[in-house]
């Protein structure tokens, strides 16, 4: 029996949040097991731009991240949840992806393909202010990218949190479903 391996990264720092809600009812009907990295509170440090990995497959900083490289190269899906911040992730989410500049300096400076199992992936945004969701997709769908995600859902985004929360949008719920649909499906 295969079991479908979920990676979340949780760029929310409230644990009652939009964000949270919409990430609990995405994995009550995931199959197979989820871990969700939360960003403000995993023991993972950014990228300190020591260039090591230039030179050498890995990072030289040894904290939870080795755990997420480790489950990379394995899972099946890939999530990025994050509210939306000035049009863009969470900083705190963008410290821990920075790290994924290993698999970068992989490919660009080693001539590595990094050995990490093909993808799914989506991205689930929320926010209520005026800004857009476009900025904060681009950079969400390009950390994708370095993780191997070969296809990405199209974008989730309940971007009128602060009139409607998220469990109070059906549309969002809908898109939610449809995702799990997605995710459970096996293959590529």
């Known amino acids: 029996m295969i079991t479908i391996k979920t990676l979340i990264f949780n760029g929310s720092p409230r644990k009652n949040g939009d964000t949270a809600f919409l990430i609990k009812n995405l994995t009550a009907q995931l ?3 989820c871990k969700i990295i939360n ?31 480790s489950y990379l190269e394995i ?3 890939v999530i990025i ?3 939306i911040y000035f049009s863009e992730l969470t900083g705190k989410l ?18 590595l393909k990094p050995k990490l199992k093909e993808k799914k992936g989506a991205v689930i945004l929320a926010g209520g202010g005026t800004g857009s969701s476009q900025k904060a997709y681009e950079t969400a769908a390009c950390l994708l990218h370095y993780m191997n995600v070969q296809i990405i859902h199209p974008l989730i985004c309940c971007h009128n949190t602060d009139n409607i929360p998220a469990e109070k949008d059906t549309q969002i719920l809908y898109e939610i479903d449809k995702a799990a649909a997605f995710f459970n499906s096996t293959g590529l």
């Open 75 to 77: 899972c099946d899906n």
């Open 39 to 69: 960003a403000y509170t995993a023991n993972i440090s950014p990228c300190i731009d020591c260039r090591k990995c230039w030179n050498e497959y890995g990072c030289i900083i040894k904290d939870e991240m080795q755990e997420v490289y």
């Open 31 to 33: 199959q197979g097991e």
């Open 81 to 83: 949840a994050s509210p």
């Open 94 to 111: 963008l410290d821990i992806t920075s790290r994924l500049q290993m698999y970068f300096s992989a490919n660009r400076f080693l001539n």
